[in-house]
């Protein structure tokens, strides 16, 4: 159990369905000392804060009461000690904040477990006397379906059933007490569960509809029926139950991408280790074609990594020295040393499923509604069934027998399961679906408010662009363009400069050989000069190249028409002649103009806030095709740019990676941070873009507006199979076994499709298609 400031996660063990999450929140939240209670039924998870052990104790014995285990998630037990990190001295010194830009909640995760990984069996069996008279499923519900408790109920329930019709056909004149007995097996666990949740003070369930339909047939000499749909009932709970596995099981795969082993290299020795033990700051060796076990940044060595994985990128990344790695990741062609940022239960993948299980107990606006509609609607389908059953023959003297069967047919077809599923079960996949693509959304309503929006406000650097200038032009004069760089690396060789890192980063990637520097100095506010080669070489702005050397016309020429595209220019002079400049610019990010394009084809206004200067971002504005640029601004700023834009009536959704993001990320409908980007604009934001992709936005978008679309047909599935079998029932068409099976068969429907989200699903062939 994960506790903080009084608050608790639980893993629910048998709640399969939405049904279940009503009756444990309405019990706990009724009880004394209780605060606040959010129970999740996609994910399995109940968070409850209270104000004392006490009451601590009392929700875990009313949970178990209505007959649900618990087990503790996100870390049981204090954390271990002495053995319980592997290579900590390599840690000393090294600030956990080393995953800058991807630690969405800190590094207070000391001794948490790794995301799926549950402990707790005391708790159940310590209730396993009282659990054993409930049908829910007790153990784990991470192993196979078939050995769950509902499948031993449903598999012995249906053997009595079976058992009935062959003694009923071998003796006639005991059938209906058979098939009584049968109905038993299947409905004690049923009607206790019933009673139990009615002594919480919740009379309205599915199991007390289920009950008095099964006695009620039984006593108008209905009992094979009865018999039946008990267990039909208990079919379509358990497939329930795999569906909602599925769906939990969606995210937690994530999880297996990330080995149980790692190489720890101590000293030059190397020795295999559990890698939920390794500690930051220890270094690693992964080989070639070998997942990468932790988070982390390359220390030594350089090559490709596939990250399709965790990100979907199909395309090898090249990494070196200083990049960062992801757990889960696969190294390509060559050994690499990684000294390790993040515990196991921080890295990158345990943040995400962490996050999304938390999104999944935020509700919709849809759901909401759901979930108060169905408080009325399980008794509205008592009183229903109780009129159809008393009312004919009340008023026209028709058999009793006949409409009390019909009575018990509308209970059956009344129940909520498929209605109330419908919204979570659907979102729950898209949750998960999103997060295994990059595309981490907050919860519920901010999945169903991204597809409302109709204006997105991108920042420009870090966000559109890359976030680090390069080298874009080279302008020779009387030198070879490799003269000239090679000449500027020279120059900048040992600096930190983001400029300076953007030329040796094109000399290396032109092949060219850097000569030897010497006499360097720095010219405060002008640039840097050495003796390169036997000459005398400065670098730096325009301004005090002038102060060295007569710039020609045609090289001041190429200067201004640099400026106007948004680049530093920098000149270099040998001596007393200009021989070259280099341009530099923060170029767009590859994906950013058919981002912008796929925003604009969903009828999304696109607009950037930046606080550069008016040329450049009207420069990368052009190149990107974006009209509305405005540049220049404070956060403040931005800020109200983004109020302005909701006053005009527009939806408005913010994307930023930086501090200065984080106003306008509140202020806004939506607010997005981009992978890559500050914690701070990480943890503002409604939704997060893990992996820098503008197009990612479009795509939440999408995803979105099918996952309205996949509700909607969900709740038309549920209500219109009730609706026809209703018809059919009250005229006499259908009896008993439809009613179930409508219920039964709407439930698996809607959980079905709802499944359909996991799907992965390009971008293209949504716009295209259009359809879910």
């Not at 003796?531 to 200067?559: H, K, M, N, T, Y």
Request: hydrophobic content about 45%; aromatic content about 4%.
């Amino acid at each position: 159990m994960a506790k903080e400031s009084g608050k608790m996660r639980y893993r629910v063990d048998g709640m399969d369905c939405a049904s279940c999450a009503a009756k444990i929140d309405t019990a706990v939240r009724k009880l004394p000392g209780v605060r606040d209670v959010s129970v999740s039924a996609t994910a399995g998870a109940l968070t409850v804060e209270v104000e004392s052990d006490g009451a601590r104790a009392s929700v875990e014995n009313a949970v178990r009461k209505l007959g649900y285990g618990l087990s503790p998630r996100d870390g049981a037990g204090p954390p271990q000690s002495g053995r319980g990190e592997l290579g900590h001295d390599h840690a000393r010194g090294h600030a956990c904040s080393g995953h800058a830009g991807h630690d969405l909640h800190g590094c207070d995760h000391a001794g948490h477990d790794h995301p799926g990984h549950h402990h707790g069996s005391s708790h159940r069996d310590s209730a396993g006397a009282e659990l054993g008279q409930h049908w829910h499923d007790h153990g784990p519900s991470d192993g196979p379906w078939w050995k769950t408790g509902k499948a031993r109920l449903t598999l012995a329930s249906g053997v009595a059933l079976i058992a009935a019709f062959v003694i009923g056909h071998l003796l006639p004149p005991i059938d209906a007490y058979v098939f009584a007995l049968a109905m038993l097996v299947g409905l004690v666990p049923i009607a206790r569960r019933a009673f139990a949740a009615a002594r919480a003070g919740i009379p309205f369930t599915i199991e007390t509809l289920m009950t008095i339909a099964a006695v009620g047939a039984v006593l108008i000499d209905a009992s094979e029926e009865a018999a039946a749909v008990v267990f039909l009932f208990l079919v379509g709970e358990l497939l329930e139950g795999v569906a909602a596995g599925r769906a939990r099981a969606g995210i937690q795969s994530l999880t297996a991408l990330i080995p149980k082993t790692a190489l720890l290299d101590e000293g030059g020795q190397t020795r295999e280790v559990p890698a939920d033990r390794l500690a930051i700051g220890a270094i690693i060796l992964v080989r070639p074609g070998d997942r990468i076990p932790a988070d982390g940044a390359v220390v030594e060595g350089e090559g490709a990594v596939d990250e399709a994985p965790v990100t979907g990128e199909s395309v090898r990344v090249r990494k070196a020295v200083g990049d960062a790695v992801f757990a889960g990741t696969i190294n390509g062609e060559a050994v690499l040393r990684i000294r390790v940022t993040a515990a196991a239960a921080d890295n990158t993948i345990a943040r995400v499923v962490r996050l999304v299980e938390e999104a999944q107990e935020s509700k919709s606006p849809t759901e909401r509604f759901i979930d108060r509609f169905s408080r009325y609607y399980t008794p509205g389908v008592l009183a229903v069934g109780a009129l159809v059953a008393v009312a004919p023959p009340l008023v026209s003297g028709a058999s009793w027998s006949e409409w009390i069967y019909k009575g018990l047919a509308v209970l059956l077809i009344g129940c909520p399961c498929a209605l109330v599923i419908s919204t979570p079960a659907a979102i729950a996949a898209s949750l998960s679906a999103g997060a295994r693509r990059g595309l981490l959304i907050k919860g519920g309503a901010v999945l169903e408010g991204l597809g409302k929006l109709t204006a997105v406000a991108f920042d420009k650097t870090g966000t559109l662009t890359e976030g680090r200038p390069v080298v874009t032009d080279v302008v020779a004069l009387g030198r070879s363009q490799n003269e000239v760089l090679g000449f500027a690396a020279a120059l900048e060789t040992g600096s930190s400069h983001p400029l300076a890192l953007a030329i040796l980063t094109a000399a290396k990637e032109a092949g060219v050989a850097t000569p030897l520097a010497s006499d360097a100095r720095a010219i405060g506010g002008k640039g840097v000069s050495a003796v390169v080669s036997g000459e005398i070489v400065f670098l730096g702005s325009p301004q005090a190249a002038r102060e060295l050397a007569v710039l020609s016309s045609e090289l001041e020429s190429r200067v201004r028409a640099l400026n106007d595209e948004g680049k530093t220019v920098s000149v270099l002079v040998a001596g007393s002649d200009a021989i070259g400049a280099l341009a530099m610019r923060d170029e767009p990010r590859p994906d950013a103009r058919a981002g912008l394009t796929a925003l604009g084809d969903l009828g999304v206004r696109t607009v950037m806030l930046t606080g550069d200067n008016s040329r450049t971002a009207q420069a990368i504005g052009a190149q990107l095709g974006m009209d509305d640029v405005r540049a220049e601004l404070l956060p403040e700023d931005k800020q109200a740019i983004v109020n302005r834009l909701k006053a005009e009536g527009l939806v408005v959704g913010k994307v930023g990676d930086g501090i200065n993001d984080a106003p306008a990320l509140a202020a806004a409908d939506i607010g997005i941070g981009m992978g890559g980007g500050t914690d701070v604009a990480l943890e503002t934001a409604d939704a997060a873009v893990l992996h820098g992709r503008v197009g990612d936005i479009a795509e939440m978008i999408l995803l979105s507006k099918r996952t309205m679309r996949n509700i909607a047909q969900n709740i038309a599935i549920a209500l219109g199979l009730k609706a026809f079998f209703l018809v059919t029932t009250v005229i006499g068409v259908t009896g008993l076994w439809p009613a179930i099976l409508a219920d039964t068969g709407a439930t698996v429907l809607v959980t079905i499709n709802a499944l359909r989200l996991l799907a992965p699903r390009s971008q293209t062939e949504a716009r295209r298609n259009g359809s879910t």
